[in-house]
């Protein structure tokens, strides 16, 4: 488990540049390691901000769009194209202004797809597509990503792992279907923590005052069934990204003055 570090920034705005210049740095520097790099998205409105910053960021071209892997930490189960799909969002943000290869864009099943309606046997079609990209040197059934996004929601849940709902408790798959999500729509798929805890980075993303209380619980020693935020970590580094608003209930000593 690392430890996690904290930057604040400003605002909102200020958060999602900062975050997609930092997020295409460590793509560039991954693709000049070893030739390629993976990122795990997120949706919601954080997960969008910082896609939009991305595609509007004058460095953006120095990715190599089409050695870039991108995976989602979840998806709703909702008919493919539907607007609240994060795919959906993430298309209309980013994903159809730069040259992506189209098989290495690996988004959830849709409910309309080869599973039908059945969100298990969507959850199980996904693991076994990530299992196909691990590699002997990657930890498990998943591949060693070089960055996994995740915006943090006000009751601490992430991906849609939601506190003491079964897929938080999840310690095998790495992909679950989720029904009963206290927030709509209620039937989902998601990345499990195992698979999130084998990303090299894990980036938390949270912004507004909406935010504050979950942050600060996350962050203060709270169990990960309780807070599933706080059971979020990469291998090699756990960054989380805030703005002031969500920052507010943070004692100082937690992030350094130089925060922006």
């Known amino acids: 488990m690392t430890a996690p570090q904290v930057v604040v920034h400003r ?13 295409i740095t460590k793509i560039v520097d991954a693709q000049a390691a070893r030739g390629s790099a ?26 190599d769009w089409s050695r870039l892997d991108l995976w989602w930490g979840d998806e709703r189960f909702l008919p493919e194209g539907h607007a609240d ?12 202004a730069v040259e992506l290869d189209p098989a290495r864009v690996h988004a959830m099943p849709a409910s309309d797809g080869t599973n039908g309606g059945d969100v298990d046997a969507a959850a199980e079609a996904y693991a076994a597509e990530l299992a196909r990209a691990a590699r002997p ?16 929601g006000p009751d601490t849940h992430v ?32 990345l499990t923590l195992p698979a999130i805890r084998a990303a090299r980075e894990v980036w ?3 912004a507004g005052e909406d935010k504050a209380r979950a942050v600060t619980i996350a962050l203060s020693g709270a169990g990960e069934l309780q807070a599933p935020a706080a059971g979020a970590y990469g291998r090699a580094r756990t960054l989380w990204l805030l703005d002031r608003a969500a920052a507010a209930g943070l004692p100082r ?7 922006p």
Do not use: I
């Open 11 to 23: 605002d909102k705005e200020l958060m999602a540049q900062a975050a997609a210049a930092r997020l």
């Open 38 to 63: 993976s990122v795990v998205l997120t949706g919601g409105r954080n997960g969008n901000g910082l896609l939009a910053a991305l595609a509007a960021a004058p460095a953006r071209d120095a990715v």
């Open 85 to 96: 799909r994060n795919v959906t969002q993430a298309r209309e943000a980013l994903l159809d």
């Open 137 to 152: 040197e990657n930890h498990g059934a998943v591949p060693s990503f070089d960055v996994l996004l995740l915006g943090v």
């Open 159 to 190: 991906a849609s792992l939601f506190p003491e709902l079964p897929a938080v408790r999840e310690t095998e798959r790495m992909v679950v279907g989720v029904r009963g999500a206290p927030k709509p729509p209620p039937v989902r798929t998601s």
């Open 204 to 206: 938390l993303l949270a």
């Open 253 to 259: 000593e937690l992030y350094p003055p130089a925060s």
